[in-house]
């Protein structure tokens, strides 16, 4: 009998979640990642983060400061606090002038300035799911 599934021929697809407000962002992030060959979600809020991760489960999370309700320093701290998620990198993402700082606090395990450069974006992404 041969085998039609090699490993050879499984790609994984890495699947990354945006949070962020502003519509135009995640359009534009979900056009640049998708030509990257990602498979991307997005969300504009953080209702519920936890399970709205858990039910994609990403291998690679941005998350913007200003979420509406939680805000991202929460959502941040929710994902880095559960046990099945605190795994998956989260990068930061916002227009702030001290975002290191706020990306050290909510806990990210790095962060992207707004506004950013494709290859700025690209360059993340790529270092994080390598």
Same mark, same amino acid.
């Given at each position: 009998?041969?085998?039609?599934?090699? &490993?050879?021929?499984?790609?994984?697809?890495? @699947?990354?979640f945006?949070?962020? !407000?502003?519509? !135009?962002i995640?359009?534009?992030?979900?056009?640049? +990642? &998708?030509?990257?060959?990602? &498979? =991307?979600? #997005?969300? /504009?809020?953080?209702?519920?983060?936890e /399970?709205?991760?858990?039910?994609?489960?990403?291998?690679? *999370?941005?998350?913007?400061?200003?979420?509406? !309700?939680?805000?991202? =320093?929460?959502? #941040?701290?929710?994902? @880095?606090?559960?046990?099945? +998620?605190?795994?998956?990198?989260? *990068?930061?993402?916002?227009?702030?002038?001290? =975002?290191?700082?706020?990306? !050290? /606090?909510?806990?990210?395990?790095?962060?992207?300035? @707004?506004?950013?450069?494709?290859?700025?974006?690209? &360059?993340?992404? @790529?270092?994080? +799911?390598?």
């Open positions: 009998m041969i085998n039609c599934f090699s &490993e050879v021929n499984m790609v994984v697809t890495k @699947k990354v945006v949070f962020d !407000d502003n519509r !135009d995640l359009d534009l992030c979900t056009f640049i +990642l &998708e030509d990257a060959g990602y &498979e =991307i979600k #997005t969300s /504009e809020n953080a209702n519920n983060i /399970e709205q991760v858990a039910a994609y489960m990403p291998d690679l *999370i941005f998350m913007d400061n200003w979420l509406p !309700d939680l805000g991202g =320093i929460q959502a #941040t701290k929710a994902l @880095k606090n559960h046990p099945d +998620l605190k795994h998956i990198p989260v *990068i930061y993402f916002s227009a702030n002038n001290d =975002i290191s700082s706020l990306a !050290d /606090e909510a806990g990210a395990d790095s962060y992207l300035s @707004k506004p950013f450069d494709i290859a700025a974006l690209e &360059e993340i992404v @790529k270092k994080h +799911l390598s």
